[in-house]
């Protein structure tokens, strides 16, 4: 059963922006760290390991190679992206500044290696990410998890492709009890912010512990999740195939735990002042989403067929980002990528697209122009295993 809240009643921000690829999504096995080796974290690490955005980063000396930008928001070039460093509109030879990705294909980079992805775009984009969520979701599942029986390292959750550990840092403080995170992503790089910036108290004060866990999310077993009491997701279901919401789904299914999955694209954009190629722009971006196989906008319905069909009660709530004059660079960078995302999938909109660009931009440097970025936010209920309720 899919329960869809209506828009407005939720707490909304802003926009959007992915980039997580399937790939990038991880499941169990791999390299593994805990933030408590690393003796720091919590409240403003975050902020302190990823600077200002202005430069390299503290963790760029983890990295080979400089700021490249392709991908999008969460940390991946399959969904809206932010422009490549040292290009102009769209990826030709300019001045534009690269937010995104860290590491272009090199002469010894292996083909499967994973891309990494500047944690100044995912530093940007958090505080639009937080306010966007649906926290209207957050009672059923706290009643939800009040039922589960006590564990001695309270709460596990699995935050699946985590990126920097953004769900973590927003869920983490708005759920009472101890809590072990376990956070999945292919990028080692992203992980160690995770593990940096990670929260240290739950809302009643309790102990927040984490884990990293490097790996696919073809390996996202049931055995992976035993004694899961949630999974987490954010950005993710978009860039999902058919196939790998499956997997999702038969995972948490099979380990009877709930799911929280944030902040997958509707396939909607409202912009203030209209401008007569915003429809055309917004068809072509979302092709573009749908590319290769990927569910795109169609990934939140989708998604809920596949829980439902597991036994789970499924409830949608809108999530979207909204934008203005605050969040003008957010704006400048999401609109960036989503128009070269469009030219991408469908290049005789270059042009046009071009002179469009100018002119939005213009607009939000002056402080005219509003943006709603839409989102659904999702969450299964799984039925639970070994008895309770």
């Keep these: 059963m899919l329960d869809r809240g209506s828009e407005g009643s939720s707490a909304q921000a802003v926009g959007d922006g992915h980039g997580r690829s399937p790939a990038d999504a991880v499941g169990d096995g791999g390299d593994r760290f805990s933030a408590e080796a690393l003796g720091h974290g919590g409240e403003g690490a975050f902020d302190e390991a990823v600077g200002d955005g ?8 983890h990295a ?5 930008a392709d991908g999008d928001a969460h940390s991946d070039s399959k969904g809206p992206w932010a422009p490549a ?3 102009g509109r769209h990826g030709r030879a300019g001045v534009d500044r690269g937010t995104v990705r860290l590491r272009e294909a090199s002469a010894g980079a292996r083909s499967d290696d994973p891309p990494r992805y500047a944690p100044e775009w995912l530093r940007l984009r958090e505080p639009a990410d937080a306010a966007a969520r649906a926290r209207d979701l957050l009672d059923p ?3 939800r998890l009040a039922n589960l029986p006590g564990r001695a390292d309270g709460l596990v959750v699995h ?12 869920l983490a403080p708005l759920l009472d009890g101890a809590q072990h995170w376990v956070l999945h992503d292919r990028d080692p790089y992203l992980l160690h912010f995770a593990a940096v910036a990670a929260p240290r108290t ?19 077993t049931p055995d992976a999740l035993t004694g899961a009491a949630l999974v987490t997701a954010s950005a993710l279901l978009d860039v999902l195939t058919t196939e790998e919401v499956g997997t999702l789904a038969a995972a948490c299914a099979a380990a009877g735990c709930p799911a929280l999955l944030t902040l997958s694209v509707a396939g909607r954009v409202d912009l203030t002042p209209a401008h007569p190629l915003d429809a055309e722009i917004t068809e072509a971006f979302n092709a573009h989403q749908r590319r290769a196989g990927m569910l795109g906008p169609d990934a939140v319905d989708a998604a809920a067929e596949v829980f439902a069909g597991h036994g789970a ?8 980002w909204r934008l203005g004059p605050d969040e003008a660079e957010l704006t400048e960078q999401w609109l960036r990528g989503w128009v070269g995302a469009a030219v991408d999938q469908r290049p005789e909109l270059r042009e046009r697209a071009d002179r469009y660009l100018d002119e939005r931009l213009a607009d939000c440097a002056a402080g005219e122009l509003r943006v709603v970025v839409h989102h659904t936010d999702l969450l299964a209920l799984c039925r639970p295993t070994g008895g309770a309720p």
Excluded: K, N, Q, Y
């Excluded at 202005?54 to 000396?61: C, I, K, V, W």
């Excluded at 080979?64 to 490249?68: Q, T």
């Excluded at 935050?159 to 927003?170: I, L």
């Design 64 to 68: 080979d190679g400089d700021a490249h």
């Design 141 to 143: 599942l706290r009643i």
């Design 313 to 320: 009660t499924v409830r949608a709530h809108p999530s979207p």
């Design 54 to 61: 202005h430069g390299r980063s503290s963790a760029d000396a």
């Design 202 to 220: 739950a809302a009643d004060g309790s102990r927040v512990t984490v884990e990293t866990r490097r790996g696919d999310l073809a390996r996202l």
């Design 159 to 170: 935050d699946v492709g985590c990126g920097t550990g953004s769900m973590g840092r927003w």
């Design 85 to 87: 460093a040292g290009t």
